[in-house]
């Protein structure tokens, strides 16, 4: 992306400063709602208690639509009202740029394009909470790049591949609705090789799981950073293991994506740069123009795709027609929104 710095950061990070009060207590709040949740999911297994598919469909739209979708606009905001007229325009150029290649990949080859938007979800979560360990936690256990690549990965994959070890029929099931919408025949790959892809996923994870908890133990020893990057890393897996799969992804955005987050910018926002003076007004007309964009391509959407609910009944369509929505948001989301913007980025920690 023009207008940036091209140097190379150091892959080790610190937390800097003590975090103010309320970053602190949105980091926990993170991790105590997805804690209870855990928790519960636990003790349903135990007591062979079960939510309806109906309720989990119903909590996945209240978190992903309700609370989930305003924070993507805000990273988008809060990033951009500090930067000149040129980035700007430049930046929402290449966001509409990615976000209109990614559509017509999923036009052309629906599969393909699914595995992609998975992987985007897998990045964004990893990469993203990378960042908020580098703001708060700290990472003094990870000083190699591959070390922090390993983190986002495991951190990230337990959004995507614990539910595809854990709950298998739901996983294969919304997958099939999301190709259907465009116009994808089953059954996809995934369910033909249903055993071969679990038994692989499962050794990848398991593996890259360990190797990312005991490399951290080896080269930053028994500290608070590899601790508490050690349960939250564990709380993730357990939380995607035993809570009801579309209920545990529908929630985990909002109260541990958005919250964390939140308060990765809260902890960060007395080192932003004073804004430039033409910045302000061109976000306000960003935010407006990426509203009428966002609502168009979601109607527009609608009416382009051969079958918009994938299918499905109304409800488990509306859920997969608008993961396929937020997917296609989610790729120039974490491409555009940070990996080319070296200076700053929706994940911004100095």
Not at 147 to 162: C, D, E, P, S
Not at 193 to 221: D, K, M, R, S
Request: proline letters at 7%; glycine letters at 10%; hydrophobic letters at 50%.
């Amino acid at each position: 992306m023009p207008a940036v710095s091209t140097a190379t950061p150091s892959p080790t990070r610190t937390r800097r400063t003590p975090a103010p009060l309320l970053a602190t207590r949105l980091l926990w709040g993170s991790r105590i709602t997805l804690g209870v949740l855990t928790l519960g999911g636990i003790v349903a297994a135990i007591l062979d208690l079960s939510l309806s598919m109906k309720g989990q469909m119903i909590g996945y739209l209240i978190g992903m639509v309700a609370l989930n979708l305003p924070h993507g606009g805000y990273e988008h905001f809060d990033n951009l009202r500090n930067r000149r007229v040129s980035f700007s325009l430049r930046y929402i150029v290449l966001y509409l740029a990615f976000l209109a290649s990614f559509l017509g990949l999923f036009l052309v080859a629906p599969v393909p394009a699914l595995a992609l938007a998975f992987s985007t979800a897998v990045a964004k979560g990893g990469h993203g909470g990378l960042k908020v360990m580098d703001a708060l936690c700290g990472t003094d256990h990870l000083p190699t790049f591959g070390q922090r690549v390993l983190a986002a990965f495991v951190r990230g994959g337990a959004i995507m591949l614990v539910p595809l070890l854990a709950w298998p029929g739901v996983y294969i099931s919304f997958s099939t609705y999301m190709a259907q919408i465009f116009g994808a025949q089953p059954p996809l790959p995934l369910a033909t090789y249903l055993p071969e892809v679990q038994t692989a996923v499962g050794i990848v994870y398991g593996l890259a799981l360990i190797g990312h908890l005991g490399g951290g133990l080896y080269t930053g020893g028994f500290s608070i950073s590899w601790l508490t990057d050690g349960i939250e890393t564990i709380l993730l897996v357990v939380y995607f293991a035993v809570v009801p799969m579309m209920l545990a992804v529908g929630l985990y955005f909002p109260l541990w994506y958005s919250l964390r987050q939140t308060a990765r910018a809260t902890a960060t926002a007395d080192t932003e740069p004073a804004p430039d003076r033409l910045s302000l007004p061109l976000t306000w007309a960003a935010m407006v123009l990426g509203a009428l964009v966002t609502f168009g391509l979601a109607a527009g959407f609608f009416f382009l795709v051969p079958h918009p609910l994938g299918n499905a009944g109304t409800l488990a369509g509306s859920v997969s027609f608008y993961t396929i929505f937020v997917c296609l948001l989610a790729l120039p989301h974490v491409v555009v929104g940070d990996w080319l913007d070296h200076d700053r980025g929706i994940w911004y920690v100095p």
